[in-house]
């Protein structure tokens, strides 16, 4: 079985590994997303999934576009691929790629379509508060995610899980779930079941002032932002005109009886269960503070952060809207 892989960042390097492990599958080609500028110097970085091919000599295209790439296709067409796999590619894919292979383009999707279409559909999940989510490998069609669903996994969502947590549950089913589904196409055993567009639902891409904490929120509302955006572009306000980053918080939910020297959205020192909790009182519930990280520093726990900005205790911060 031979197939062209088409995707970016770690997850989709992840799979790449796999499969380039698995002895039933040729990987011809990778498409990746060109390299580029990252972090504060701006430095040249290629994608994880360019650096994967790489260590295993698995030639590597990253095309700056593809509508109208002739000399792309044609390089499609040339490799007599049974299967395009695009996981997390992140661009468009016009018809003349969906038609290089013999048999499927397919995609990886991280819901249970036609739920949470597109970009961010695992942190979509956590901020609605989902019990569950699910793992679809599809066809492919120009439309994003639109078009027929091949096999479906579920997985749980906790109440604590973050979306690495996600990830990683992913992670140790979509391995047999994909070669499976590639298996089934090639015996013509698998069935595959049109989506309900009428239903559809679709989940944006997140930038980095999806980030910014609206204080007019519950503390739970908070929390769950936070638990969706752990790894990127994480949760933050403003300190010291510098942006203030909650690496690692924990949500209270019970209402807090303050007396009138306690402020909505201040920073306070709880003395609780004989331990010092650093706490940011909301409207309603509680936000317990464990890690943080001002802008250009490094990361620190909370008690190091406040032995060297005393002045942290008791500020107030500000809601988005003033």
Not at 73 to 98: C, G, H, M, Q, S
Not at 138 to 156: A, F, H, P, R
Not at 180 to 199: A, G, M, V
Not at 289 to 316: A, H, P, R
Request: overall charge negative; hydrophobic content about 40%; charged content about 30%.
């Amino acid at each position: 079985m031979k197939i062209a892989f088409f995707g970016t960042w770690e997850f989709s390097k992840n799979i790449l590994d796999w499969i380039l492990k698995y002895n039933e599958i040729e990987v011809s080609l990778v498409v990746s997303q060109p390299d580029k500028p990252i972090w504060r110097k701006k430095v040249i970085t290629p994608t994880p999934v360019k650096i994967c091919a790489e260590h295993y000599n698995i030639p590597v295209l990253q095309p700056e576009k593809l509508r109208n790439n002739e000399a792309f296709f044609e390089t499609l067409r040339n490799r007599e691929l049974d299967f395009i796999v695009v996981v997390a590619y992140w661009k468009i894919v016009p018809n003349e790629v969906l038609e290089a292979p013999r048999h499927a383009c397919i995609n990886i999707h991280w819901s249970i379509l036609p739920a949470y279409r597109w970009a961010s559909p695992i942190q979509e999940s956590i901020k609605n508060w989902d019990i569950e989510t699910w793992l679809t490998i599809m066809y492919m069609s120009e439309g994003m995610d639109e078009w027929d669903i091949l096999k479906i996994e579920k997985v749980q969502i906790d109440i604590l899980d973050k979306t690495q947590n996600i990830f990683d549950k992913f992670e140790k089913i979509w391995a047999p779930l994909l070669i499976n589904t590639l298996e089934w196409i090639l015996d013509w055993s698998i069935k595959w079941e049109k989506q309900n567009d009428s239903k559809a639902t679709y989940c944006s891409k997140i930038i980095k002032e999806d980030g910014e904490i609206d204080f007019n929120d519950s503390a739970k509302s908070i929390y769950d932002t936070y638990r969706a955006y752990n790894t990127w572009p994480w949760i933050f306000s403003s300190y010291k005109w510098k942006k203030i980053l909650i690496e690692e918080c924990i949500l209270e939910e019970h209402e807090f009886t303050h007396d009138e020297t306690f402020q909505i959205w201040a920073v306070v020192e709880i003395e609780k269960n004989e331990k010092t909790n650093i706490w940011i009182l909301c409207n309603p519930g509680i936000l317990i503070l464990k890690k943080i990280k001002l802008e250009w520093k490094k990361s620190m726990d909370i008690n190091s952060f406040i032995n060297g900005n005393k002045e942290f205790l008791d500020y107030k911060f500000e809601t988005c809207s003033t």
